[in-house]
Structure formats: structure tokens, C-alpha cells
């Protein structure tokens, strides 16, 4: 599997970003609640002014396993994204799914609530390639329970912002729907 110029500049600006955070941390393990706070999301901030926080958060990760898992599952599914879609579309799928998370989290979550993590964004990548699959293999009721089944697994584990996943997994699986049926018709017409 080829992986993508998007897929790689997306990973290493998180990385990037995490080792912003560790130095003004002075800990490279867990970043402080300060720095979360100011390079994160906090609801109370973004109602005050700070919006930009609602698309930095997406790049902020909390400790060094965070963006571990994280930056595996993007480099994974986000190179399966860009070599069936394109660059653009995984950047678009990255930037909305995670824009999207937080916006359900600056909704539904209290206004000291600091969120951070690339997630929402991720599990955006995941909705577009179940439903793009799911179109593509004429099976879009399996589709739909994989992603339901998915959010549900990710969803129970404690400290887990359950409104960006959804968020993300929504704004995926809309992206998903659409370029999966127009991937599924420039097929047909190819073989017409």
C-alpha cells in the first residue's frame, strides 16, 4: 500500500505538535492541563472568542500514547483513503470530521470541559471507508451496523469524548456515501 504526501504531512504535524506541547510541558509522557487548555479545546474559551481552538484541538493530543494510537490508525486508514480518494478528499474528511467532533463537543459537553485528540478526525476516515465499502459491495446495512458497532466499542472506555467520535463518524459516512457512489458509477461506466 502506497502511502500519501496528505496522509505523511498530516501525521508529522501532530507529531510536530506533540512535541510543542511536551516542551511546554517539560514532559514528554503527559502535556498539563495548561497546556491542554491553551492549545486544546475549552468550551468556555471557544464561546469567549477563541474559535481557533475548535481546529487546533484536532492536532492536540493529551500524553504520548494518545497520539500513539492515534497517529497509527491515521497513517493506517488514512493512506487506504488517500489511495482510493485522494489527497484532497482525506484532507477535507480530516478537517470537517474533526471540526465537526468539536462542535458536538462545545454543544453537548460543560463549559470546562478541555478536549483534545486527533479522533474525531480519524473516525471521520473510518465513516468514509465503511460507507464508501459498504456502497462498493452492494451491503450498506453491514455498513452501517460496522460503524454503529465501532463507535459503540470506542465509546465506553473512560475519558473518552464519545461526541467527537460521533461527530467525526457522521461527517465521515456522509463524505463516504457521496464519493463512494461516485466511485461505484465511474466504475460502471468504465465497464460500459
Known amino acids: 500500500m502506497k502511502h500519501g504526501k496528505v496522509t505523511i504531512a498530516l501525521v508529522a504535524l501532530n507529531i510536530m505538535m506533540y512535541f510543542i506541547e511536551a516542551i511546554l510541558s517539560r514532559n514528554i509522557i503527559w502535556i498539563s492541563t495548561n497546556v491542554l487548555a491553551l492549545l486544546g479545546q475549552v468550551n468556555y ?3 469567549h472568542g477563541a ?22 490508525f491515521l497513517y493506517q486508514l488514512g493512506s487506504q483513503l488517500e489511495n482510493l480518494f485522494g489527497g484532497k478528499v482525506l484532507l477535507i474528511t480530516y478537517l470537517l470530521s474533526g471540526l465537526m467532533g468539536n462542535l458536538l463537543t462545545l454543544l453537548f ?20 471507508l465503511i460507507m464508501a465499502t459498504g456502497i462498493m ?18 465509546s465506553v472506555f473512560p475519558g473518552v469524548n464519545a461526541y467527537a467520535h460521533l ?4 461527517t465521515g459516512s456522509v463524505i463516504g456515501l457521496y ?14
Open 51 to 72: 474559535w481557533w481552538q475548535l481546529i487546533t484541538a484536532m492536532f492536540v493530543h493529551v500524553g504520548l500514547l494518545h497520539i500513539a494510537l492515534n497517529m497509527f
Open 109 to 128: 459537553l460543560p463549559p470546562y470541559t478541555i478536549s483534545a485528540g486527533a479522533s474525531g478526525a480519524v473516525f471521520g476516515v473510518v465513516g468514509v
Open 179 to 192: 464519493k463512494g457512489k461516485e466511485l461505484k458509477r465511474k466504475m460502471l461506466e468504465m465497464m460500459y
Open 137 to 154: 459491495g452492494g451491503n450498506m446495512a453491514s455498513a452501517i451496523l460496522n460503524a454503529f458497532i465501532l463507535f459503540a466499542i470506542n
Open 45 to 47: 474559551y471557544v464561546i
Open 167 to 170: 461527530g467525526g463518524l457522521l
